[in-house]
């Protein structure tokens, strides 16, 4: 069983920058591809931005080159670092993890956080 808590979210202006943090329990953090994804208002949840547990990332392409993912597997925590936000990435972020090697869909992913809301002011 793996339990996940996200922090870092909050109100920023347009431009503006942001961290998330996912802390994990459990001692199998590092077996584990870990993702943010995100959902607004009215839309389907999406995925932003995962990393397998090799470390190797894959990016939405709105976000590529603004977002990065990182995770720290002494610390049990995986990170989403948000540059240069623009009011559309406001929304709900969710940090999920998966057992799979190669996770595609939300439906692969087995445990999920409680989410962090992020704001966007243009």
């Known amino acids: 069983q793996v339990q996940l808590v996200e922090s870092g979210g909050g109100l920023v202006q347009a431009g503006g920058s942001l961290r998330l943090s996912c802390a994990a329990s459990?001692?199998?953090?590092?077996?584990?591809?870990m993702a943010w994804f995100r959902q607004a208002p009215g839309k389907e949840r999406e995925l932003v931005a995962r990393?397998?547990?090799?470390?190797?990332?894959y990016y939405a392409d709105d976000v590529k080159g603004r977002f990065t993912i990182s995770r720290d597997n002494a610390k049990n925590t995986v990170y989403l670092q948000m540059n240069s936000l623009k009011p559309e990435d406001t929304a709900v972020y969710y940090c999920?993890?998966?057992?799979?090697?190669?996770?595609?869909?939300?439906?692969?992913?087995?445990?999920w956080g409680q989410g962090t809301q992020v704001t966007v002011s243009s």
């Open positions: 459990g001692r199998t953090f590092s077996s584990y591809a």
């Open positions: 990393m397998r547990s090799g470390g190797s990332t």
């Open positions: 999920a993890a998966s057992p799979r090697v190669i996770p595609y869909a939300a439906g692969d992913y087995s445990y």
